[in-house]
């Protein structure tokens, strides 16, 4: 038997256009000053952890290199080259008795006392004076291990130096001047590698927050 054609589909017939729900209009618009403030905060906790990440720079590299010191020798005649630079290592030298300056750090009983070579001022040091021993009584060393780094990279945990230095009446940094940290290790420098990756997360997170919270919402109805 021949198959028996199909029936013809019915019209469909559109009704009128449905009218809004009054509920949803009683509603209150969107937060838009919020969202706003939500995404400046936002911007702002980005730049402020970039902006760290970047100063910190040098500390990270720093936690990585040899734990063996490269001897310099004697500071006097001692000239640092690039490949020294932010690296860990062992001199000796006589700290300048001018041009030298004390300074503490919040959170710390320590003293610091920051001078230069005598002989060389090209060449600064940045020695740890222990709690209570500031004063006649305590005798600077003559040997020295720690980083050595160019002045214009000290990093953040040393900014403002030069500064203070001008304050204090020291004079200014030489063109091309160093500091030894006197007993900073890269081991003594892990803590820079945990608050980086930190603040790598904080950028991270909050770069992708506002990609998300900037595209616009389509209508998928």
């Not at 449905?18 to 706003?36: F, G, I, N, S, V």
Request: glycine share 8%.
């Amino acid at each position: 038997m021949p198959d028996a054609p199909l029936p013809a589909p019915l019209p469909v017939e559109m009704g009128p256009p449905t009218k809004a729900d009054p509920e949803l209009l009683a509603l209150p618009a969107p937060p838009r000053h919020e969202r706003r403030l939500t995404l400046a905060l936002m911007v702002l906790v980005a730049l402020c952890s970039g902006w760290l990440l970047w100063l910190l720079r040098g500390e990270m590299q720093y936690a990585f290199s040899p734990s063996s010191p490269i001897e310099l020798g004697d500071l006097v005649q001692a000239t640092p080259s690039g490949e020294q630079a932010n690296r860990y290592v062992r001199a000796s030298g006589l700290l300048a008795a001018t041009r030298t300056i004390r300074y503490e750090r919040p959170m710390e009983g320590d003293s610091f006392r920051l001078a230069p070579i005598a002989g060389n001022p090209r060449v600064w040091v940045e020695i740890r004076v222990p709690e209570g021993m500031e004063g006649p009584k305590f005798a600077p060393p003559t040997s020295f291990v720690g980083r050595l780094v160019p002045f214009h990279e000290v990093g953040i945990r040393h900014r403002g130096l030069e500064t203070s230095l001008s304050r204090a009446g020291a004079g200014a940094i030489p063109e091309g001047a160093w500091l030894l940290i006197d007993g900073s290790s890269p081991r003594a420098s892990r803590w820079s590698v945990a608050l980086g990756a930190l603040l790598a997360y904080f950028l991270a997170w909050n770069c992708f927050g506002l990609v998300q919270l900037s595209r616009k919402v389509r209508d998928t109805a």
